[in-house]
């Protein structure tokens, strides 16, 4: 299984729409997908005053510390986090061992509201990664170097 998935514009925005979709019906400030090497792959909501590189990157190395946490207590991984704070709060899960799901919310929502509406989407989510992972092990990702030819080739070194 590898770490790196192939991202398709197809599926990035199905990723992009559900991220929509929970957003708004958990009522959340923010919702990122990130993938564990700390890179954003979506994001919908208030994100233009976050700064998205460095959270994203901040909770994916959250995320392997927590892991480390777990293995120590010999638990495969936590599935969700949570962290409450004065006016955010974080609600933190891994989906399909892929990915990270982070919702910010406040009062205007609910940890139980949040966690309801995170179920659903990470159904969601796993169902267009299993595509993704199909798609990539398929192979079928265009190279950009399928339609240079071996005369493309010998042309470039023989001005």
């Not at 954003?40 to 590189?53: F, K, M, N, P, R």
Request: net charge negative.
């Amino acid at each position: 299984m590898s770490n790196q998935l192939v991202m398709y514009e197809e599926e990035l925005q199905q990723i992009s729409a559900i991220c929509d979709v929970l957003q708004r019906d958990s009522n959340a400030k923010a919702v990122l997908v990130i993938d564990k090497n700390g890179q954003a792959i979506a994001q919908s909501g208030e994100v233009e005053h976050l700064d998205v590189t460095s959270l994203s990157s901040l909770t994916a190395g959250n995320v392997a510390a927590t892991g480390g946490i777990a293995s120590l207590l010999a638990e495969k991984e936590f599935a969700g986090q949570f962290h409450e704070g004065e006016k955010t709060n974080v609600h933190i899960s891994i989906v399909g061992a892929r990915v990270i799901l982070l919702v910010l919310f406040d009062e205007r929502s609910s940890l139980g509201l949040v966690r309801l509406r995170v179920r659903k989407a990470a159904a969601e989510l796993t169902h267009v990664l299993e595509v993704l992972v199909k798609k990539s092990e398929a192979g079928n990702q265009p190279s950009v170097f399928a339609e240079i030819t071996d005369d493309d080739i010998d042309n470039l070194f023989n001005d």
